[in-house]
């Protein structure tokens, strides 16, 4: 069976033309199927359209009605608890991944792959939005082992063995495509198109998208501490070397006031970067915080299947 699993944050708008394509998508390519909503704590009508959709395909039609808005990862890992699929493909609410493109992820599965991403040929955002995209995948695959092309796609796909590694995790901050990259055994990734936005709004601001990169970054990789902390061992060797040659300098040369700026300008430039190492820290001591409290991820309303 072949679980689609999606988000759902406040996608009123766009919803009935989902269904109308996904559904019909999912018939043609003639295998079992579930579709698992998980409303992530809308405040318009997607919750009413989506418990309607339930009773038009109760059959195929899961929905889970989370209590308040969790994030989109945190919809998913609900989703990938509830879904009984072989394979589980993840798909945004918002048709910007055409529901046509899950066969391509399902016959690249049938290869003996059991992760497979997506790549959008043709990215339909805005230039900053896509510039910005680009440059955080560079500095992501620079720090950590994680090697995904295209990581702000949601389109994927993913094996059993996977989701189940998945599901015994109790992070309760993670990057799902991420933490799926790290559990698979063979993963591949396909060219899909991608469509503009036709109704509602994106999610994810200019913010949303570095804080998700902080998050990626400080969840899997020890880099930037292990950088910071070189960074500081050479200014440790430079202001040692620097006061060294000024004492000697005030010896020969006497006491003057010239060079005084510059080591302003030095002062504030170490002052910022001890600033930012404290930042860093902190977002590291942060998800401590986080994991050590035992709060719930997330939490369910109610689940609407066949049997309800």
Same mark, same amino acid.
């Given at each position: 069976?072949?679980?689609?699993?999606?988000?759902?944050?406040?996608?009123?708008?766009?919803?009935?033309?989902?269904?109308?394509?996904?559904?019909?998508?999912?018939?043609?390519?003639?295998?079992?199927?579930?579709?698992?909503?998980?409303?992530?704590?809308?405040?318009?009508?997607?919750?009413?359209?989506?418990?309607?959709?339930?009773?038009?395909?109760?059959?195929?039609?899961?929905?889970? @009605?989370? #209590?308040?808005?969790?994030?989109?990862?945190? !919809? *998913?890992?609900?989703?990938? =608890?509830?879904?009984?699929?072989?394979? +589980?493909?993840?798909?945004?609410?918002?048709?910007?991944?055409?529901?046509?493109?899950?066969?391509?992820?399902?016959?690249?599965?049938?290869?003996?792959?059991?992760?497979?991403?997506?790549?959008?040929?043709?990215?339909?955002?805005?230039?900053?939005?896509?510039?910005?995209?680009?440059?955080?995948?560079?500095?992501?695959?620079?720090?950590?082992?994680?090697?995904?092309?295209?990581?702000?796609?949601? @389109?994927? #796909?993913?094996?059993?063995?996977?989701?189940? !590694? *998945?599901?015994?995790?109790? =992070?309760?901050?993670?990057?799902?495509? +991420?933490?799926?990259?790290?559990?698979?055994?063979?993963?591949?990734?396909?060219?899909?198109?991608?469509?503009?936005?036709?109704?509602?709004?994106?999610?994810?601001?200019?913010?949303?998208?570095?804080?998700?990169?902080?998050?990626?970054?400080?969840?899997?990789?020890?880099?930037?501490?292990?950088?910071?902390?070189?960074?500081?061992?050479?200014?440790?060797?430079?202001?040692?070397?620097?006061?060294? @040659?000024?004492?000697?300098?005030?010896?020969?040369?006497?006491?003057?006031?010239?060079?005084?700026?510059?080591?302003?300008?030095?002062?504030?430039?170490?002052?910022?970067?001890?600033?930012?190492?404290?930042?860093?820290?902190?977002?590291?001591?942060?998800?401590?915080?986080?994991?050590?409290?035992?709060?719930?991820?997330?939490?369910?309303?109610?689940?609407?299947?066949?049997?309800?």
């Amino acid at each position: 069976m072949i679980s689609v699993i999606i988000p759902v944050f406040n996608e009123e708008a766009g919803l009935p033309r989902l269904f109308e394509r996904l559904y019909k998508a999912m018939d043609e390519l003639g295998e079992p199927y579930e579709i698992v909503f998980v409303n992530d704590g809308s405040r318009d009508r997607s919750a009413a359209l989506l418990s309607e959709q339930h009773q038009r395909r109760p059959d195929v039609t899961v929905v889970i @009605l989370l #209590a308040v808005n969790a994030g989109q990862h945190m !919809a *998913i890992l609900a989703g990938f =608890e509830r879904c009984v699929g072989d394979i +589980a493909v993840t798909l945004d609410a918002d048709l910007q991944n055409p529901p046509e493109e899950i066969g391509k992820l399902i016959d690249k599965m049938r290869e003996g792959h059991d992760y497979v991403g997506s790549i959008r040929r043709k990215r339909r955002d805005s230039w900053l939005r896509t510039w910005a995209s680009k440059g955080m995948n560079r500095v992501r695959d620079r720090i950590t082992k994680i090697r995904i092309t295209d990581q702000g796609n949601m @389109l994927r #796909a993913y094996a059993r063995p996977v989701i189940d !590694a *998945i599901n015994r995790c109790q =992070e309760v901050s993670t990057f799902v495509p +991420a933490l799926a990259y790290t559990f698979a055994r063979n993963p591949a990734e396909v060219v899909v198109e991608h469509e503009e936005r036709t109704a509602g709004v994106s999610k994810y601001s200019l913010y949303s998208l570095v804080r998700l990169n902080f998050d990626l970054t400080t969840g899997f990789s020890l880099v930037p501490l292990q950088w910071f902390s070189m960074f500081g061992f050479v200014i440790s060797i430079g202001s040692a070397v620097l006061f060294l @040659l000024l004492l000697l300098r005030r010896v020969v040369v006497g006491p003057e006031a010239e060079g005084l700026f510059t080591l302003f300008a030095l002062m504030f430039f170490l002052i910022g970067m001890s600033l930012f190492g404290i930042g860093l820290l902190g977002e590291y001591v942060g998800r401590i915080y986080l994991q050590v409290r035992h709060r719930p991820r997330y939490v369910v309303e109610a689940i609407l299947d066949k049997d309800t």
